[in-house]
T-cell receptor
């Protein structure tokens, strides 16, 4: 049982380059989330999805785009990377959102923008 | 947006000593409350959750937390810690009928032998 899988796990980009992070879950969860983790700031929500074909903005959406074309996948895109986007990115999924009370996290993707 | 405050960024403690990690939140409406743990180079995993009912919640690995509505707090406790409890702990909150989880800044628990 893989749970939540993120690819790639590590990536180095130059300023202005683009990339996509892939999150895949095999638990048939409706809700999926992208967070970034920065030292001393905890996790901040970038974008989330409450079902296939839907997306919504979180706390820090600027500079990111997302897509949920298939229920099991949630993609996070950076169109023009900036050094401020250097961070560890976590994907999470949930069966029923807050009312079921549990997020399942991937192992993270460490992105460095030079 | 909701606010979650973890008052201590780092907590050093000796093995077998008790520990309390503090969490306060700001909300004028009912909330769900959670504690997650993150071991080095891993994702977060759920320790315990408060959705409703008893205000004392027991979780995995001997941890427990108490929901105090009047003080808007959800402090995490363990009566006797082990070296293996060394990790970062995150408090999180979500509103009823709302699907976003807000996290605190984290508390690093360092258990010393």
């Amino acid at each position: 049982n893989a749970g939540v899988t993120q690819t790639p796990k590590f990536r180095v980009l130059k300023t202005g380059q683009s990339m996509t992070l892939l999150c895949a879950q095999d638990m048939n969860h409706e809700y999926m989330y992208w967070y970034r983790q920065d030292p001393g700031m905890g996790l901040r929500l970038i974008h989330y999805s409450v079902g296939e074909g839907t997306t919504a903005k979180g706390e820090v959406p600027d500079g990111y785009n997302v897509s949920r074309l298939k229920k099991q996948n949630f993609l996070l895109g950076l169109e023009s990377a900036a050094p401020s986007q250097t961070s560890v990115y976590f994907c999470a999924s949930s069966y029923g959102g807050a009312s079921t009370g549990e997020l399942f996290f991937g192992e993270g993707s460490r992105l460095t923008v030079l | 947006a909701q606010s979650v405050t973890q008052l201590d960024s780092q907590v050093p403690v000796f093995e077998e000593a008790p520990v309390e990690l503090r969490c306060n939140y700001s909300s004028s409406v009912s909330v769900y409350l959670f504690w997650y743990v993150q071991y080095p180079n891993q994702g977060l995993q759920l320790l315990l959750k408060y959705l409703s009912g008893s205000t004392l919640v027991k979780g995995i690995n001997g941890f427990e937390a108490e929901f105090n509505k009047s003080q808007t707090s959800f402090h995490l406790r363990k009566p006797s810690v082990h070296i293996s409890d060394t990790a970062e702990y995150f408090c999180a909150v979500s509103l009823y009928n709302f699907n976003k989880f807000y996290f605190g800044s984290g508390t690093k628990l360092n258990v010393k032998p």
